[in-house]
């Protein structure tokens, strides 16, 4: 007597089933190794609960940003009126800034203290001066410098 064959087919073949027996066993292995790999990549860390806190690339193009600012506002006090103290303080908060930034670029120690520290020296300056004169270039030093204050106080609080 022959063995039944499956309905639908019109020959058995044994081998057949132990075939897709091992096709079936490498795509599980496949998948647990997928899945496997996926759990050993690190998941992307939320930035903050508000999403506010600057990346590093965003850290070094803020102080680039306030570099320029700071120092073509002080050549442009300087070219205006002739100042030479204004060209003074806007290179130097502009260069702090620009080195701050460098580091971080770089990742090397001591980059976000320098531009805090810009930010720290532009602020102390500007904001008694807006204050008391409510000129518009002060207030725009002042705001300058609160949003480098904020910016990399925050950041620096995290690495501490």
């Known amino acids: 007597m022959q063995a039944q064959q499956p309905k639908g087919h019109d020959s058995y073949n044994p081998n057949l089933e132990e075939v897709t027996n091992q096709k079936t066993r490498t795509s599980s292995f496949h998948k647990e190794r ?16 508000l999403g506010l806190s ?8 803020i102080a680039y940003i306030l570099g320029a600012l ?12 002739g100042s030479v103290p204004s060209i003074a303080a806007g290179v130097t ?5 620009g080195l701050g930034g460098y580091r971080v670029q770089t990742r090397q120690p ?12 532009l602020g102390g300056s500007s904001i008694p001066r807006a204050i008391r004169l409510r000129k518009p ?5 002042s705001l300058i ?3 480098g204050l904020y910016t990399f106080g925050k950041a620096f609080r995290k690495t501490v």
């Open 70 to 81: 700071t120092a073509g506002g002080g050549t442009m006090g300087y070219v205006r009126t």
């Open 93 to 97: 908060v502009g260069l702090l800034y």
């Open 137 to 141: 270039v002060p207030v725009a030093l």
């Open 110 to 121: 001591y980059g976000v203290e320098l531009a805090l520290l810009a930010s720290v020296i």
């Open 34 to 49: 997928v899945a496997s790999d996926r759990e050993l990549q690190p998941l992307p860390r939320p930035l903050d609960p």
């Open 54 to 61: 600057p990346s590093l690339s965003v850290q070094q193009n």
């Open 145 to 147: 410098s609160l949003f």
